[in-house]
């Protein structure tokens, strides 16, 4: 055998594992070019799916009344003498609860302390009727010396003008009478008589003068007496008043009233007592709670919403409360009034053993719905379960 007819047959064979070398490359190549389009196929379409949304906020929660619950305390130390309002009674803002022992020693003081103000008020109007007349009298003097003092110097002043007239008169005639006498008409006698007349009417206007002079210096110092007779009245007023202390007896009944204000229990606001923790005879100190009280005629939940829900929930959304226990069949619908500003440890434990019994949360304040508000009424501190709406878009 030739060498050609040897290679015919090797060249044959090598062709065919050629040929099924490059099939097999070509294959894995079309099947790994294949798998990586597929598996960047499932990558974009869940990279397009978004993750499911959250619905709801479940948390756990408990009822209390509309401004929580109130404890009512002692303003002093004392002992409870009497209790006028037993659990569930109703009460109005102020009203009267209980009285502390002293009560009675402090409505005595008080009394006092009124009956000393009213004596007090009472002298000191008599004072002031004494004073005032006092001063009525002066002023009466005053006037009544006044009034004829000025008529007397009136009637001076007429007469001192009637003198100063005849005066004039008398000393235009003696003028005459003068150049009468120098042409020998008249007797030096009737000279005589005449400069006599202007002399006695001058005297007489001299001593109208005079007496006008002293009418007004009387009248000056009379008045001047009357006014200080006045002035001294109205200083003995003011003293009379000022020495009547009514002014401290109105500070002791302020006193005494506020002292006994203190042995009063008293309501702080309208509500219901849900708790009275003392009985008659107890003692109790200064600040010690003896009631419990709310306003029950609107009742809230305060659930603990996880911190990590918290950004979810708004005012406004809805919220459906249930109770576990049964202590209330019926599915109870509220709405987030309030979402706290702050972040506590949850004091409301799920009884089951595996939930996370120190987790952060942040109380959401829900206003019940009039309608349900009243079937709880009874139930404040219920544990309940609480599911937040946060899809609501009044929220």
Known sequence: MDANQTQGPFKSNLVWLLLGALVFVGGATFWTARSLMVARQVALEEAVVAPPQQVSVAALGRIEPQGQVVD??????????????????TVTDDQILAYLDLYEVRLAERDLAASELAEAQALLAAETTVGQTRIQEAQTRYAQSDTPQTYAIEAQAATIKSLEADLTLARTDLTRFQQLYQRGAIARQELD??????NRLQEDLNSALATRSQLETNRLTDMRNAQAQISSAEAGLQLSQAQV????????????????ALTLIRAPQAGQILDVLVQPGEAVGMGDALMAMGNTQQMFVVAEVYETDIGLVQVGQSAQITSRNGAFAETLVGVVDEVGLQIFKNDILDDDPAANADARVVEVRIRIDEGDSQAVASLTNLQVDVVIDVTDEDG
């Open 193 to 198: 008589q005449q400069q006599t007349e202007v």
């Open 245 to 260: 202390k009514v002014e401290s007896a109105a500070q002791n009944l302020a006193l005494a009233e506020a002292r006994l």
């Open 72 to 89: 009512i305390a002692a303003s002093e130390g004392g002992r409870i003498s009497r209790i006028l309002v037993t659990e569930g009674d």
